[in-house]
C-alpha cells in the first residue's frame, strides 16, 4: 500500500505561483513514475506532468514551459512548480504514482496505482 498527501495549493490570482507538493509513503520502492493530473469542475481528469525515477519528465502541452515537475527520491516526494497561472489553470490537482506498463504511457491515467485527494487550486482572473 502507498499513501499520497498532497499539499501547497490555494488560491492565487493570474500570473502568479504556486508550488504543490505530493508526499509518498508505505511501499513505494517498486513504483517508478509519479504523476499529476487535474480535474476542473464539469470536466474529466486531465493528465499534466510526470516523472520517471531517472528524471525523465512529461507535460500536456497546455502546461508546457509554465510548470515543472521535480522530484526527491530520497524522500519520496514529487513536486509540481507552477508559474504564470492562468483561470483555465483551476482545478483539483491529484498526485499519483505507478509502475510501469507495457504498451501504456505516463500520460494515461491508467499508468498509475494510486492517488491522492486531491488538493484545490484556484486562479483568479
Known amino acids: 500500500q502507498v499513501q499520497l498527501v498532497e499539499s501547497g495549493g490555494g488560491l492565487v490570482q493570474a500570473g502568479g505561483s504556486l508550488r504543490l507538493s505530493c508526499a509518498a509513503s508505505?511501499?513505494?520502492?517498486?513504483?517508478?513514475?509519479m504523476g499529476w493530473f487535474r480535474q476542473a469542475p464539469g470536466k474529466e481528469r486531465e493528465f499534466v506532468a510526470a516523472?520517471?525515477?531517472?528524471?525523465?519528465?512529461y507535460y500536456a502541452d497546455s502546461v508546457k514551459g509554465r510548470i515543472t515537475i521535480s522530484r526527491d527520491n530520497a524522500k519520496n516526494m514529487v513536486h509540481l512548480q507552477m508559474n504564470s497561472l492562468k483561470p483555465e489553470d483551476t482545478a483539483v490537482y491529484y498526485c499519483?504514482?505507478?509502475?510501469?506498463?507495457?504498451?501504456?504511457?505516463?500520460?494515461?491515467?491508467?499508468?498509475?496505482?494510486?492517488w491522492g485527494q486531491g488538493t484545490q487550486v484556484t486562479v483568479s482572473s
Open positions: 499519483s504514482i505507478g509502475r510501469p506498463r507495457y504498451g501504456i504511457t505516463p500520460l494515461q491515467s491508467a499508468a498509475y496505482d494510486y
Open positions: 508505505g511501499s513505494t520502492f517498486s513504483y517508478g513514475t
Open positions: 516523472i520517471k525515477w531517472g528524471g525523465t519528465t
